[in-house]
């Protein structure tokens, strides 16, 4: 815990709407690159340790840099650094691509970091009180919590395919990726199942029995939620001014 952990939840809903709105708009690495430290920084502000956070993610991390690598094959461009009869494996430009993606994807693992530091209930509030509907904000809520739920889905793989016999540490590169690849389809059945009771679950608990919704939370901002907001505002706008006088 840190003196930022306790701020507001609609200030870390600002940060974590900037940092998401410029992974998406900008495609340049080295702006994508500033993002990710600028993401680090918050992470380290708000008491989140990155390297534990990536530890956790570590299949999920894996997945990400097998879909980057796939999309380099797959979308080429550039020059080609390793080709097999006249199609290119692999080339700077879907390396670029590549490196460019699992920067953003990182990006937003991390935005995820910064939202985890309050609980569901507070950022279901931030979001009512920012004037969304409830249903939104609570859509949005069940899909935060739907990340470390895919990290354990894939970490519960991992642990099968090792408990069968086989050892990660002694595959090559290729048999790697086809066991990451196989992952895919028992992680999201798993995910889906969750979600399906969890649908069941609000459903027989009446959710949107009535119109309006009333909340003994109240949440208050205070002077280093504005002094974080307006110099995440600023700073973003900075950014992305130069970004498009640049290119």
């Not at 980057?68 to 006249?86: D, K, N, R, Y």
């Not at 895919?184 to 979600?195: D, E, R, S």
């Amino acid at each position: 815990m840190t003196a930022f952990s306790d701020l507001d939840p609609r200030s870390k809903l600002l940060l974590v709407a900037c940092l998401s709105s410029g992974a998406v708009i900008m495609s340049h690495w080295a702006f994508l690159s500033g993002l990710l430290a600028a993401s680090i920084l918050l992470l380290l502000l708000f008491g989140v340790n990155p390297w534990d956070m990536l530890k956790k993610t570590r299949v999920l991390f894996n997945m990400v840099i097998f879909i980057a690598l796939m999309q380099s094959i797959f979308v080429p461009g550039g020059q080609a650094l390793l080709t097999v009869g006249s199609i290119n494996l692999l080339t700077t430009g879907g390396l670029m691509m590549a490196a460019e993606f699992i920067l953003r994807m990182s990006i937003i693992a991390a935005s995820a970091g910064i939202l985890a530091t309050s609980n569901s209930r507070e950022i279901i509030q931030g979001m009512v009180q920012c004037k969304l509907p409830y249903e939104i904000a609570f859509m949005v809520s069940m899909g935060i919590r739907f990340l470390p739920v895919f990290a354990g889905e894939a970490r519960e793989a991992m642990t099968a395919i090792q408990l069968r016999g086989v050892n990660l540490r002694e595959l090559s590169w290729r048999q790697k990726l086809e066991v990451t690849a196989s992952l895919f389809q028992p992680v999201v059945a798993g995910a889906l199942i969750k979600a399906r009771a969890i649908s069941m679950s609000i459903e027989m608990r009446a959710f949107r029995a009535y119109s309006t919704r009333s909340s003994y939370l109240v949440l208050t901002l205070g002077v280093k939620d504005y002094v974080l907001i307006s110099g995440g505002l600023l700073l973003m706008a900075l950014t992305l001014a130069y970004y498009f006088y640049l290119y």
